[in-house]
Every structure is written in structure tokens, then in C-alpha cells.
């Protein structure tokens, strides 16, 4: 079954710290994943996209990571700013687009 | 948002009432596609529509009717038959329609959020 299975459900960090978003898949054949910043009560915009043959890819101070292998994603937020507080979703594409498999996602909260 | 816009921002509806929620973009973009987003849940895909005049269910399509009379309007009605309609309703568009092509990224509309009462 095509699943995408994020962690942590929600996480609350200080201003300025680092953190890391986990998201683990199990969809086949594998197209591309994507990771999308969500605002609460927004439509998500895109953040990241790789393919199988990329293992990293940064947009400022997100930085994605793919381990096509284990099927696992990683998004790591860089000195996190308050509006970095939203939803962070894995999206993953298997069998060349036709099917989108969207993650629950991840609720960062960042505090001052 | 990307040339995806949605209307009404938020919409309520008395049980029994049909409610038609509007999409429209400006991006040239052949697919269209419509989610449903609930609390907890990733988004679940209810129709989509790969060219004007034809549109194909998603996973979750009871209860939804589209059409697809333009390629700039993808407008979703959620009928009485949809037992529980409250919920974030998102529309996305893609360039092109998924056909093998490694990229295919959505572009989404800042949503739509419908209360029953």
C-alpha cells in the first residue's frame, strides 16, 4: 500500500534553533518527492523537489534530504524564524505522476 | 498563490443544500485538481481534470460533481449525498498533466473552508 508517513506530528522550537522533519515512504515506483510549507488557513507552497537521482536540494535555510534505499525524506529548517510556524507536508509521486501521495504533515511551531 | 484563486474564503451551508465552490487560474496550466483537506489527514484527492471537457474521480469522489467547461474554471459542488462536507477544500493546478514526466508540480489555491450548520 502507498503510504507517507511523517514524524514528528507537531514540534515547538526557539526562535533561531535548528530542527529536522522526518517522512517516511513506501511508495512504488517512485517519481519525485516534494516537501510544501502550509500557513494556517493558506493553500501549501512549494518548498523542495527531487527526483530519485537527487539526494539533497536547499531553498534558503531548507535544506531536503532523500535516501531513495530506505525511502526516507528529511527537511531540515536552518536558524528557524516565527514564520516558519506552519505545516510542513511530504508529498511523494509514484509511477511517473499519475498517483500523488500526500503525508499528514508536520505543525512546527516556533516561539519567540 | 500562483495565479490559483478560490472563492469564497468561507462558505456555510445548512444540511440538504448543494454549495458550489469556484477555481480559476490564470497560469495556463491543462490539470486542474480538487482536495479535501481534514484535520490530521493528508490531502485526499476528490476529482481531477486533465484537459477541458473531461475530468476523472479521485479517491474520494461521492458525493462531488466538477466540470470543466474552460481551461481557467474547475468549479467543485458538494452535493447533499456528501455526508460530511465540513472541511478545507484546496484546488491545484499543474502545467501539464501526469504523463511519465519526472516533474509535475502542483500549484495550489489558498482554499476554501466549508462549514455545515
Known sequence: KNQVEQSPQSLIILEGKNC???????????SNLRWYKQDTGRGPVSLTIMTF?????????YTATL?????????????????????YICVVSAN????????????LFVKA | DGGITQSP?????????????SCEQNLNHDAMYWYRQDPGQGLRLIYYSQIVNDFQKGDIAEGYS??????????????????NPTAF??????????SGQSYNEQFFGPGTRLTVL
Open chain 1, 67 to 87: 535516501d531513495a534505499d530506505t525511502k526516507q525524506s528529511s527537511l531540515h529548517i536552518t536558524a528557524s524564524q516565527l514564520s516558519d510556524s506552519a505545516s
Open chain 2, 89 to 98: 477544500y484546496l484546488c491545484a493546478s499543474s502545467i501539464d498533466p501526469p
Open chain 1, 53 to 61: 537521482s537527487e539526494n539533497t536540494k536547499s531553498n534558503g535555510r
Open chain 2, 9 to 21: 474564503k468561507y462558505l456555510f451551508r445548512k444540511e440538504g443544500q448543494n454549495v458550489t465552490l
Open chain 2, 66 to 83: 466538477v466540470s470543466r467547461e474552460k481551461k481557467e474554471s474547475f468549479p467543485l459542488t458538494v452535493t447533499s449525498a456528501q455526508k
Open chain 1, 20 to 30: 529536522t522533519l522526518q517522512c517516511n515512504y513506501t511508495v512504488s515506483p517512485f
Open chain 1, 96 to 107: 511517473g505522476g499519475f498517483k500523488t501521495i500526500f503525508g499528514a504533515g508536520t505543525r
